[in-house]
């Protein structure tokens, strides 16, 4: 057994070429063993591409890895797993016809003259995941019936029925729930009491603080930190190591209290109703303002939203600018957007280019007789793409292709290129990274300044705190406070959206 | 932070229940095509007085197990994810092959059999690996191999017959062993089957057995449901899905070789339209045309399914042209079934 103190794995000046971009430009990464060791890096901070280097299904151009005091190449996914190494993707890649039992072993079956040892197979699968904690998942069911939960439980079975010494973890907790995340960090702790090293990348903040050892800190391809502590760096430590910037100022800074005042209300909002859900709410948006709305999941405020875009049934009256809003399709011609929370799904045409989907919904301002000025349409798109600092500066490379946080501006880009007068943001910062989060609130704060009202939904209260010039408190369907957000503050605002609930 | 709490207490004992039998064979793949047959089969047993008569039940064997043991590689190759247009024309491509070789050069019809053999097996490495290597949809390259056989098969046997089919073998040496190995008429307590029936339950069994209970069988499903994720694990999945394509290229020559010895000559235009016949079975019996999920069994019970609506429609004295049809009516039914079957069954898919 090697000592704890040694590190495990030394990658040295990892470089790693794509054409046109250097993923990787000179990464040093050290684990030891029994450590949880965080790595942190905005999207596209090479985090991805030095994992897929460990795992062997990269070669790297430059450098040296050196695992258990030897050299090592990784040629491919097989060697990499032969000296130990496994990783989990963030993606929980396993084959939904296939049952518990074979997707831990697929690849390394247990097999006899190439006939699977079906009674062995489901006995060390079964162990495999006693040990996990997860005994009630029957190594026999099959996997596409297993809830995002259970099938993290069977990735991680399928990383240590191999002799793992170092399991990557790519965003484990992101398909997780909370009491899931506990039982997970309760694994992680028993393979790191075992002397496994893990490495985990994991852009919730709080996370690393509980379980992280240690952390090192990616940005633009290289190593900018190594080995800090996990518990006691202060956040805006690590916030300004991974962006170059500092967290003072992630929030754009916001014009005078009451400096809206005298501007016309874009939305006005009495009485809205929707059964069940909420109750008599009223608020009004005016030009230029951000209106920001705060609750528990739950709380009625995502329906608040969707009422106002008409999508739901609701008493009271909804105007906008004096019009009533009556279902969706009023709602798009009075002048509202919405910018939804299932970003991917219901927002972006994903294998479109960033310009295709910039100017989506304003294809009508660029047909004349039927025929597209394509000309005009990339001009545009590609002044948004300046304007909004998206990147890569490609209009057409496929939106699929770019960064959360750089699809989200290409949405709300969209929204700039058609002009609303009302703006509906739901979740705006999902999935988007710290650092990349700064831009986008700079991108939305512009909006506004340029008179367009914005109505905001977000789970995290700093996000809206900070961010909106009025805030709305929900709950359970009823408007318990309404005042300028530079009054409030997080304990404030927690004590108004807990008071009267269980929790 | 605490509505996450609220939210996953009821999501997360949900993986503790246990599913009842009948759950779980409702959620096996066959189920809904079975469901089908057990239909279709009342059906025309009430509707074809002759339906239900021995000879007549052994006619409709026949016709499924025709197209059955085509369709079981063709499942096969759809769990792996693919398609292979080009088998139903690849079947007379075989059987001209071992025709045209043992009648020009008057050779044993087995020195045919098995240069036919390696023709189509080669033919299939050649889907497999252009499939592979290029990295195009297998939808197009089978395309493409599929028109260039339809226009060999006729090109050359024009060119080396002068004629659109292959001249009679039935006077050569060796007909008539490989006629009781492809295609004899057995009897059986009284009833003529012929020998396609038994090697089509032979080759669902083996089928079954790989996809089942080997390693390989895992591959397969793994190939075609989450390719990245075999590739991660070490799964060869360039060589499973060129195995896959050989596999069709082997029954493709079975078949061939079955058409061959039970007619002794071959139209060179024939089997086009075959394929999309091969892939309905294995629909029918529950392959997703996404891959990674399907059955052998299945495609046996789809390929029942065709025999009988074919057959039925004749014994039920019904005007045939309606065949295509009753078989597209069919296809979407069985489709529709099998998806309402898997999401009662599985509630949490």
């Known amino acids: 057994m090697q000592d704890m103190r040694d590190p495990l794995l030394v990658m040295r000046g990892i470089v790693k070429q794509f054409p046109g971009v250097r993923a990787l430009d000179g990464v040093d990464l050290e684990v030891r063993a029994g450590e949880v060791h965080c790595l942190l890096g905005q999207n596209g901070a090479g985090k991805s591409t030095l994992i897929k280097t460990l795992a062997g299904a990269h070669q790297p151009d430059e450098g040296t890895i050196t695992f258990a005091g030897q050299e090592v190449r990784l040629t491919g996914p097989i060697a990499a797993i032969k000296l130990g190494i496994s990783t989990i993707y963030q993606e929980l890649d396993l084959v939904d016809g296939l049952s518990v039992a074979d997707n831990i072993f697929l690849g390394h079956e247990k097999a006899a003259f190439g006939f699977t040892r079906t009674g062995d197979t489901n006995r060390a699968a079964a ?377 | 932070m605490s509505q996450a709490v609220l939210k996953s207490a009821a999501a997360a004992d949900e993986r503790l229940a246990r599913r009842s039998p009948l759950r779980r064979l409702a959620g096996r793949p066959e189920f809904g095509a079975l469901l089908g047959a057990a239909v279709l089969f009342a059906f025309f047993s009430v509707v074809a007085d002759a339906f239900l008569r021995a000879s007549s039940f052994s006619t409709v064997l026949y016709a499924a197990s025709t197209f059955g043991i085509m369709a079981v590689s063709v499942a096969l190759l759809m769990i792996g994810g693919e398609f292979d247009l080009s088998a139903g024309v690849m079947v007379t491509t075989g059987a001209l092959v071992a025709a045209l070789v043992s009648y020009q050069l008057t050779l044993n019809v087995w020195v045919g059999v098995v240069i036919s053999l390696v023709v189509t097996l080669g033919l299939g490495l050649l889907n497999g690996l252009l499939y592979v290597r290029t990295g195009l949809p297998s939808f197009i390259v089978t395309l493409g191999t599929f028109l260039m056989l339809a226009g060999a098969n006729l090109g050359v046997t024009k060119l080396v017959t002068g004629n659109v089919a292959s001249d009679s073998i039935r006077d050569m040496d060796g007909f008539d062993a490989a006629r009781a190995v492809f295609a004899a008429d057995l009897d059986v307590g009284g009833v003529r089957v012929n020998v396609t029936v038994l090697w089509w339950l032979l080759f669902v069994a083996v089928a079954t057995w790989i996809l089942l209970r080997t390693r390989t069988g895992n591959w397969i499903f793994a190939c075609g449901g989450a390719p990245g994720s075999a590739r991660a694990v070490g799964v060869p999945v360039a060589r499973v899905k060129v195995g896959l394509f050989m596999g069709v290229a082997f029954t493709a020559w079975f078949s061939g070789m079955h058409l061959l010895f039970a007619y002794s000559s071959v139209q060179s235009g024939e089997g086009v339209g075959n394929e999309f016949y091969y892939i309905i079975c294995a629909v029918i019996g529950g392959c997703l045309l996404t891959g990674g999920y399907g059955s052998a069994i299945g495609a046996a019970i789809g390929a029942f399914i065709f025999g009988m609506t074919s057959k039925g429609i004749v014994y039920a004295e019904w005007n045939p042209d309606w065949f295509k049809f009753f078989l597209g009516a069919m296809l979407l039914l069985a489709t529709v079934v099998n998806l309402v079957v898997r999401r009662r069954a599985e509630p949490s898919r």
């Not at chain 1, 961010?467 to 709305?472: E, K, N, P």
């Open chain 1, 127 to 503: 162990e495999l995941l006693g040990r996990l904690g997860h005994g009630e998942i029957a190594p026999t069911t099959e996997v596409g019936t297993l809830p995002p939960a259970g099938k993290q439980v069977v990735s991680m079975a399928r990383a240590l029925s191999h002799d793992t010494r170092l399991i990557v973890m790519d965003e484990p907790s992101a398909a997780l729930a909370h009491d899931e995340v506990d039982n997970l960090f309760r694994i992680v702790r028993e393979l790191t009491a075992a002397g496994v090293a893990v490495v985990y990348i994991s852009h919730r903040l709080e996370e690393i603080r509980e379980i992280g050892d240690r952390i090192t800190v990616l940005k633009d391809g290289r190593t900018v930190a190594v080995g800090l502590p996990a518990r006691e760096t202060p956040t805006r430590e690590i916030i300004s190591l991974m962006t170059g910037r500092d967290m003072e100022n992630v929030f754009p800074e916001r014009p005078a209290p009451g400096s809206h005042d005298g501007r016309p209300e874009v939305l006005r909002v009495e009485g809205l109703t929707v059964p069940g859900v909420v109750t008599d709410v009223s608020f009004s948006v005016r030009e230029g303002e951000i209106v920001g709305l705060a609750g528990l999941v739950g709380s009625g405020r995502s329906e608040i939203l969707e009422a106002v875009y008409g999508a739901r049934g609701c008493s009271g009256r909804i105007e906008l600018n004096g019009a009533p809003v009556r279902g969706i399709s009023s709602a798009v011609r009075l002048g509202i957007g919405l910018a939804p929370e299932e970003r991917k799904a219901q927002a972006l045409l994903m294998d479109q280019s960033v310009a295709g989907n910039i100017t989506l919904s304003g294809l009508g301002l660029y047909s004349r007789l039927g025929w597209l000025d394509r000309k005009r349409e990339l001009a545009d798109a590609k002044a948004q793409i300046d304007e909004l600092d998206l990147r890569p500066a490609d209009p057409s490379r496929p939106i699929r292709t770019l960064s959360g946080g750089n699809q989200q501006k290409a949405v709300l880009a969209r929204w700039l290129v058609n002009r609303r007068k009302l703006l509906l943001l739901d979740e705006p910062t999902r999935g988007v990274d710290v650092g990349a989060r700064a831009d986008l609130y700079a991108v939305i704060r512009r909006l506004a300044d340029e008179g367009i009202g914005v109505l905001l939904v977000s789970s995290e209260l700093p996000e809206v705190l900070g961010l909106a010039d009025r805030v709305l408190v929900i709950r359970e369907g009823r408007a318990v406070h309404q005042s300028d957000a530079r009054d409030l503050d997080e304990h404030r605002v927690l004590d108004m959206i807990m008071e009267g609930s269980a929790l």
